[in-house]
């Protein structure tokens, strides 16, 4: 495709129930990253993958969100037994290679996720 | 480890008027440095990036951001401001190596633009 994409743009849940965020990268970039954007944080960044590998998870905020990705390509983030404080925009990107060789990050349009 | 500050979190300017966003970066390593703009309920689109070339950086839409090592800053300037800038703005730092570390951005709180007709 064109540009990052994720799905689905918006999603209302209740607390306790597990949710399943995807994000599609643009195509032949072999680096993907999820960060949360929330009004009390701001942008923080939660995990990246080197194809399908994820060397480093310290970035997630707790053992209830998890991350993979698959075929070098799609990403799901999921978060088990959701919390109001988990509600925030969940936002992907993808790059040519790692941010630190001077690859830009492109990012989707985000996913809202609100758990009521 | 590496952190980002942006000096004010809300910006008002007069349509034409000088456009002046504030970034200030700690590093301990150089760093690569970025300009983000966000557009309500959309992505982040990159303005600008700063990867060790020229210290003045000219980016879309008529932004530049200069690199002072001295200062530690990478502020961003648009000589005059139209309707259509009004939006959300991001500085954002990541080292200048390659591995450990070098993987993620580090971003600012971010500043909002309203530009006064």
């Known amino acids: 495709g064109a540009g990052v994409s994720q799905s689905p743009s918006n999603k209302v849940t209740e607390k306790g129930k597990d949710v399943e965020l995807r994000c599609d990268p643009i195509?032949?970039?072999?680096?993907l990253y999820w960060y949360r954007q929330s009004l009390g944080q701001g942008l923080e960044f939660l995990i990246y993958?080197?194809?399908?590998?994820?060397?480093?998870k310290s970035g997630l905020p707790s053992d209830r969100f998890s991350a993979e990705r698959t075929g070098g390509s799609v990403s799901t983030l999921t978060i088990q037994r959701t919390q109001q404080e988990d509600s925030a925009v969940y936002l992907c990107?993808?790059?040519?290679?790692?941010?630190?060789?001077?690859?830009?990050?492109?990012f989707g349009p985000g996913t809202r996720l609100t758990v009521t | 480890a590496q952190s980002v500050t942006q000096l004010g979190s809300h910006v008002s300017v007069s349509e034409g008027a000088l456009v002046l966003l504030r970034c200030n970066y700690s590093s301990s390593v150089p760093p690569y440095l970025f300009w983000y703009v966000q557009y309500p309920n959309q992505g982040l689109q990159l303005l600008l990036k700063y990867t060790s070339a020229a210290t003045l950086v000219k980016g879309i839409n008529g932004f530049e951001a200069e690199f002072k090592k001295s200062e530690t800053s990478f502020h961003l300037t648009k000589p005059s401001a139209h309707m259509s800038d009004a939006a959300e703005y991001f500085c954002a730092v990541s080292p200048s190596y390659s591995g450990a570390g070098s993987y993620q951005l580090t971003f600012g709180k971010g500043t909002k633009l309203s530009v006064i007709p």
């Open positions: 195509s032949g970039h072999t680096a």
């Open positions: 993958f080197q194809g399908n590998s994820a060397p480093d």
């Open positions: 990107a993808s790059s040519l290679g790692l941010a630190g060789a001077s690859y830009e990050q492109y």
